[in-house]
């Protein structure tokens, strides 16, 4: 990840940046960091892990969007996406939709800061990759 561009991304979108959508993008630039659509650690752990982590290695690099608010799930479904390759691991806290306040994670999470970094220091402590979290 030493040529990783940050100046120019295309932020994670739901129903949006799908593999499909991020491949298309890598045409572009093959330095400009992608990221997934936002699937939930609880998802992730939980549901059909294989297909939700699933990406092209031409997407490198790419950032694994979770979304939860758990620091344990959170942990256990970032070390999930570094295991299947990804190169960074996204914390979304900017998503100000109701679908997703009503789940406990997204923007809301901006109102409760010292649960936003139990979740962060929870998933570095779970990962060797980078953590960063999505807030507006």
């Known amino acids: 990840m030493d ?10 979108m739901m129903d949006w940046t799908d593999r499909h959508c991020r491949y298309f993008l890598r045409g572009f630039s093959p330095d400009v960091l992608l990221y997934t659509e936002m699937v939930t650690a609880a998802a992730i752990l939980h549901g059909d892990r294989a297909r939700l982590l699933a990406f092209d290695p031409e997407e490198h690099p790419v950032a694994l969007q979770l979304g939860g608010s758990e620091p344990r799930e959170l942990a256990a479904a970032a070390r999930a996406g570094e ?23 997204g923007a809301c999470l901006m109102h409760e800061p010292a649960l936003v970094a139990e979740c962060v220091a929870a998933m570095v402590a779970a990962v060797r990759v980078p953590v960063t979290v999505k807030m507006r």
């Open 83 to 105: 295991e299947a390759g990804y190169d960074e691991i996204n914390l979304n806290c900017g998503c100000p939709s109701e679908r997703v306040a009503s789940g406990a994670f």
């Open 3 to 12: 040529n990783l561009d940050r100046r120019i991304a295309v932020a994670p």
